[in-house]
Every structure is written in structure tokens, then in C-alpha cells.
């Protein structure tokens, strides 16, 4: 009686894996039809005040080794340079608030990264530290050889990467909204509890259908983590670089776990005994980095200099923009300019 039972269990069970299976099969590639369709439809009625939003700031693209590299080019040619590097779910725009009251005697340079917005979506290797080589070599082409770095958010990886394996044409390091202190104690399990999106994204179907929704995607995360409001015009804007195709095929390789380097990424920053000071600006009201992750910096990065950023939250550079700006200027002066 208890075989025919199991047997009859196991059937059910396998029937309906089978059903859920082919529901997934053939309702995933309709929704991505008709999210495509969506999302054409909205970037063609918000044309008119992306073009608009464009035309403010001098927009390039420049190709290197067959990738395209999109990006806003500010300020003065033959400044010092400063780079600018997004995180998710954002793109250039991120820092389009910022820019304008950053010392424009700098030259500044804030690109789409690697699979995001207008910057290529062909080469789907992610490797973090290959993707870090790329933007070296973009830097180069222009025929910049030392730059100061600016990062946000998963560009805080990347950028520590670059800043990494690339310190002969670092001349400073500004990080922002990014773990410092890798906790050698903690378990992977403990990490997913605190950030469950880096277990989600180990799944590269899943983070695939939740980024196709751009505009779900980015509502559900940027109301929740700003301490003023989410305003129309950068959240269309936003959703606008976000929807683009191929984004949501590209940009999950970056949370894939074969690609992670978290030693180099947040442990070498913290130990890190680079020829300038780091400056690690955090938003004193993020719940998901909150001040008590960065307590102890002072005694276990004693190259890192942590600042905070009041009456804001992960998106800092939306809610306090004039904050991050002085901030970044303070830094930028302080030290011994390299050339270009």
C-alpha cells in the first residue's frame, strides 16, 4: 500500500514538474515578446524628453577592440580626468545631477558600463577583472594614461578591480555605497540572508525575467532606497537606458559567481597600500549598508578614509547630489595631480 502510494506521489510529483516546465518554456520567451513591445512603445513616447535630457550633456561613442563604449564627456578637455562608473540598475544618468557641480576645470568622463545603455551588448564575458582591463583599455585609446576614479554601487566593483589591477594610472579613488570590510567569518549563506539579490542573481534565468521589467525592476528598487522623492523625469529616463535591448541578456553575467572576485574587490581595498588615500563616501540612512558595517574602518583600513552622506539613502548621488559633488571636489584637490 505505502509503495503504490509513493509511486502514485512520484508520478504527481514528475507530471507536474513536467507541466511547470513547459509552462515556462512557452509563457517566458511570450512575456519577453511582449515586454519587448512594451518597452519599444514607452521609449518611443518618451523620446522627445530623452532627446532633450541628452542634449544638455556632450554625449560620445568610441569603439575599442570591436566594443562600444557610450559615454558623457564634461568639462575641460585638458583637466585632470575623472571617471565616473555606475552601478545597478542605472547607467550614465546616475551621474547627471552630480556633474554640473563637480570643478569643471576637471575633465569628466561618466561611461555606460559593459552591457549596459549604448554601450555593448556583444561580448558576454564578465569576468570582473576582464571587464575591468576593457575600461583600461578605453581609457587608453583615448589617449588617457592616469585618471582619479569615481564609483557607485556594483561600479564600486569594477571600479575597485580596475583600481586594483591597473594602479599605474590611478591617481585617486572615490567609492561609494559598496561593502569595505569582507568579513572572513561570514559564510556565503550568511552574505545571500543580508543580500538575498546575490542569490536570486546566481540564477541568471531569474535575474533575466525580473530585469526585463525595467520599469517594475527600477520601481522596485529606487523609491525604496531614497530618502527624497523619485521624480518622473529620472525615473523615465532611467527605465528608458534600462529597457534597451539586450540589457537584460547582458548585465546578469555580472552577478554570475564564476565571474566574483571579492578578495580583490572589497579585501584589497580595505588592505590596500595604494600610493593615494581612499575616500569611501556611504549615505548615513541606508538599511542595506547601514554605519555599524563600517565601524571598525578606521583600525582595518588604515588607507581609507570613510565620509558620510546625510539625509540620504543608496542613491546618494540622486538625493544629495550637491553632498557627493563637494565631496568628490574636496578629494580631487587635495591631492597631487597627475597628468593625462
Known amino acids: 500500500m505505502l509503495k503504490r502510494i509513493l509511486i502514485e506521489l512520484g508520478l504527481v510529483v514528475a507530471v507536474s514538474a513536467i507541466l511547470v516546465a513547459l509552462f515556462i518554456w512557452i509563457y517566458t520567451p511570450l512575456r519577453a515578446t511582449n515586454l519587448s513591445e512594451k518597452y519599444a512603445k514607452f521609449r518611443a513616447y518618451t523620446q522627445v524628453i530623452h532627446d532633450s535630457i541628452d542634449a544638455r550633456y556632450n554625449q560620445k561613442d568610441h569603439v575599442v577592440n570591436s566594443l562600444n563604449w557610450h559615454y558623457v564627456d564634461e568639462g575641460n578637455p585638458n583637466g585632470a580626468v575623472i571617471l565616473f562608473l555606475h552601478g545597478l540598475p542605472e547607467s550614465w544618468y546616475s551621474w547627471s545631477k552630480v556633474l554640473p557641480l563637480i570643478d569643471q576645470n576637471y575633465h569628466l568622463i561618466a561611461i555606460d558600463m559593459k552591457g549596459y545603455g549604448r554601450s555593448d551588448k556583444q561580448d558576454g564575458d564578465y569576468d570582473w577583472h576582464i571587464v575591468a582591463g576593457q575600461i583600461a583599455d578605453f581609457m587608453d585609446s583615448l589617449g588617457i594614461q592616469q585618471y582619479f576614479v569615481v564609483s557607485h554601487d556594483w561600479g564600486s566593483i569594477i571600479g575597485s578591480i580596475l583600481v586594483n589591477d591597473h594602479p599605474q594610472h590611478i591617481i585617486g579613488y572615490v567609492r561609494m555605497e559598496a561593502d569595505l570590510i569582507q568579513r572572513k567569518n561570514t559564510s556565503m549563506i550568511s552574505a545571500y540572508i543580508q543580500k538575498p539579490q546575490w542569490l536570486l542573481f546566481q540564477s541568471k534565468w531569474i535575474a533575466q525575467y525580473m530585469m526585463q521589467d525595467a520599469g517594475w525592476f527600477i520601481d522596485t528598487i529606487y523609491p525604496k532606497r531614497m530618502t527624497t522623492s523619485f521624480n518622473q523625469t529620472d525615473r523615465d529616463y532611467l527605465v528608458y537606458e534600462f529597457s534597451r535591448p539586450g540589457v537584460s541578456d547582458m548585465v546578469p553575467n555580472y552577478f554570475l559567481r564564476k565571474n566574483w572576485d571579492l578578495d580583490t574587490a572589497i579585501g584589497k581595498v580595505c588592505s590596500n597600500n595604494f600610493a593615494f588615500p581612499v575616500l569611501q563616501l556611504q549615505a548615513d540612512s541606508d538599511l542595506a549598508q547601514p ?26 548621488n540622486f538625493d544629495q547630489p550637491q553632498q557627493v559633488a563637494d565631496a568628490i571636489n574636496n578629494y580631487v584637490h587635495s591631492i597631487s595631480l597627475g597628468g593625462k
Not at 292 to 297: I, K, M, P, T, Y
Open 291 to 316: 554605519p555599524s558595517l563600517f565601524a571598525d574602518v578606521s583600525t582595518k583600513c588604515p588607507n581609507v578614509k570613510i565620509q558620510w552622506v546625510t539625509n540620504a539613502s543608496h542613491f546618494d
